[in-house]
């Protein structure tokens, strides 16, 4: 039988490795880290079965070093097929906060827009992340960020339950060259020509009054500036 003194003791190694445990799985060690070229870190989420990015890309360079062409509202080319980025307004502080606005050239240049082992998201991969959340009806607002800090008021359905934390980055417009948006809803390019319209490419869409991930069947012209995730390879 143990002794009074030796159950205290055993009690207290029990709660000391139990408290080592916890506090272990909570370290920011435990985080996954992604760098892409330019040095810029993104937190790995699990999704179901798949990796995503937690934050929009905002690389400059693509993965061999290459710089990728910054255009401003007066300088991006409607009628351009090269790959280019800007930011919102052509403000530093929303490119930091929402990442770049990329047109689907450069989302689709061969050397490579997304980190290494990552790509930039398909429309199955959209499709993939819609079903698994419950259908496009329901899964925009699960993957919103909560509350009214950067989604317009009411920001319906946004629960972030998946911590992917989508923000309202807005898009640059290509027919008039103007940024729209912003605060409003969410364009992001996926990596896929249209199906019915070659010529343009897949998107997926949030918006502050709806819960939904829509454009499954709606295509973008190719020279307008969205934002971009990324999932592991």
Not at 96 to 117: C, F, I, K, M, Q
Not at 210 to 223: C, V
């Amino acid at each position: 039988m143990k002794t009074p003194d030796l159950i205290k003791f055993s009690s207290f190694i029990f709660l000391l490795a139990a408290t080592a445990f916890f506090s272990g799985c909570n370290k920011d060690e435990d985080v996954v880290k992604v760098t892409d070229v330019d040095g810029n870190t993104y937190e790995a989420v699990t999704i179901g079965s798949q990796v995503w990015l937690g934050t929009n890309l905002k690389v400059t360079h693509y993965r061999n070093g290459d710089a990728i062409s910054m255009r401003d509202r007066t300088h991006w080319d409607a009628n351009s097929t090269e790959g280019a980025f800007a930011d919102y307004e052509d403000s530093p502080a929303n490119g930091e906060l929402y990442g770049h606005l990329y047109n689907w050239y450069a989302v689709s240049d061969t050397r490579g827009l997304a980190p290494d082992g990552y790509h930039v998201a398909t429309d199955n991969d959209w499709r993939v992340l819609g079903d698994f959340l419950g259908g496009d009806t329901i899964a925009g607002g699960k993957i919103k960020e909560e509350g009214v800090t950067h989604w317009m008021s009411p920001n319906v359905g946004a629960t972030d339950e998946v911590n992917f934390t989508a923000l309202p980055g807005g898009e640059r417009v290509v027919s008039i060259t103007y940024d729209d948006g912003k605060g409003i809803f969410a364009s992001f390019w996926t990596s896929s020509n249209s199906v019915q319209y070659p010529s343009l490419a897949s998107f997926r869409g949030l918006e502050f009054d709806i819960p939904d991930i829509y454009g499954r069947a709606d295509a973008a012209a190719k020279s307008g500036g969205f934002s971009v995730r990324c999932v592991k390879d």
